[in-house]
């Protein structure tokens, strides 16, 4: 059943806002926050849910009736195939594979394939270290201290006087520039962000309204067309069905059930007993 719960309008919280400290003369006056954007017209929040309405309520019927079909599928189809499928053939089947399969390749290859592997590996990897790596560190080493010695300090000594120094000097000269860059960007980006944010809600709030009205829509239609339907479908089942059929029974006890059970007893069993016993006086049966 579809649930014609009205829809939550969201909260905007208005708190006061807190008084600022004064600025001290010496630093750059902080911006001034930027007006909200005014609220969305009524006409256009009423545009909006009409249309938002007209494209989720085939929506909204098309989900309700995938998941409905859905649920029965898988209530009577899948879910029994499955525990069918996997009780007598997966189970046995991964048993099957398990012992007579898995098991003596697992075997195979650790003995036949892994173990010599491993006991390779380990030589080759004795004879590398000894051979190679070894003398590769002794090499490394050296040359690590002859570059340290011969261009990092020399280098290390030319980019801090000649880059670092310049640079730190210059960042010291451009740092109220920057602040001050960084106030406006971020004034924009917050004025974008609300006007981006009221846009939202509008929307939000038109799919919201339609989605509420697409499944009011369809409860009512349940209402009117299809609940009269059912409950008609049941009088008529009860009040006709039932007891045209009760009393179907009650002639048929009392005249078809009797005359058969007359017929057996009067007809057909003395014709058997007879049968039966001609049949044994002429060695027929035994």
């Known amino acids: 059943m579809i649930d014609p719960a009205p829809p939550r309008s969201p909260v905007r919280s208005d708190a006061p806002v807190p008084p600022r400290s004064p600025v001290p003369s010496g630093t750059p006056a902080p911006p001034r926050p930027p007006i909200r954007p005014a609220a969305p017209a009524p006409l256009v929040a009423a545009v909006a849910r009409g249309i938002a309405l007209v494209v989720v309520l085939p929506v909204r019927l098309v989900?309700?009736?995938?998941?409905?079909?859905?649920?029965?599928?898988?209530?009577?189809?899948?879910?029994p195939v499955g525990r069918f499928v996997d009780?007598?053939?997966?189970?046995?089947?991964?048993?099957?594979?398990?012992?007579?399969?898995?098991?003596?390749?697992?075997?195979?290859?650790?003995?036949?394939?892994?173990?010599?592997?491993?006991?390779?590996g380990r030589g080759l990897a004795w004879l590398a270290r000894i051979l190679v790596w070894v003398p590769l560190v002794w090499l490394g080493r050296g040359l690590a201290w002859?570059?340290?010695?011969?261009?990092?300090?020399?280098?290390?000594?030319?980019?801090?006087?000649?880059?670092?120094?310049?640079?730190?000097?210059?960042?010291?000269?451009?740092?109220?520039?920057g602040r001050w860059l960084l106030a406006g960007l971020t004034a924009v980006g917050r004025w974008l962000?609300?006007?981006?944010a009221a846009v939202a809600r509008v929307l939000l709030g038109a799919l919201r309204w339609a989605w509420w009205a697409a499944g009011r829509l369809l409860w009512w239609g349940y209402v009117v067309t299809l609940r009269p339907f059912v409950r008609?479908?049941?009088?008529?089942?009860?009040?006709?069905?039932?007891?045209?059929?009760?009393?179907?029974?009650?002639?048929?006890?009392?005249?078809?059930t009797p005359a058969t059970r007359w017929l057996?007893?009067?007809?057909?069993?003395?014709?058997?007993?007879?049968?039966?016993?001609?049949?044994t006086a002429l060695g027929l049966r035994h």
């Not at 962000?193 to 981006?196: I, P, T």
């Open 63 to 79: 989900w309700e009736l995938v998941a409905a079909v859905g649920a029965a599928l898988h209530r009577w189809l899948l879910a």
């Open 193 to 196: 962000l609300r006007g981006a």
């Open 87 to 120: 009780r007598w053939l997966l189970r046995p089947l991964r048993w099957l594979l398990h012992h007579a399969l898995w098991l003596p390749l697992v075997w195979l290859f650790r003995n036949l394939i892994w173990l010599p592997l491993v006991w390779l």
């Open 146 to 177: 002859l570059a340290r010695t011969v261009v990092w300090l020399p280098l290390a000594w030319l980019g801090y006087h000649l880059v670092w120094l310049p640079a730190a000097w210059l960042a010291r000269r451009l740092a109220p520039l």
């Open 232 to 256: 008609g479908a049941g009088w008529l089942w009860r009040h006709a069905v039932v007891p045209v059929g009760r009393a179907f029974a009650a002639a048929w006890r009392a005249t078809v």
């Open 264 to 279: 057996r007893h009067t007809v057909l069993d003395p014709i058997r007993a007879t049968t039966r016993e001609v049949l």
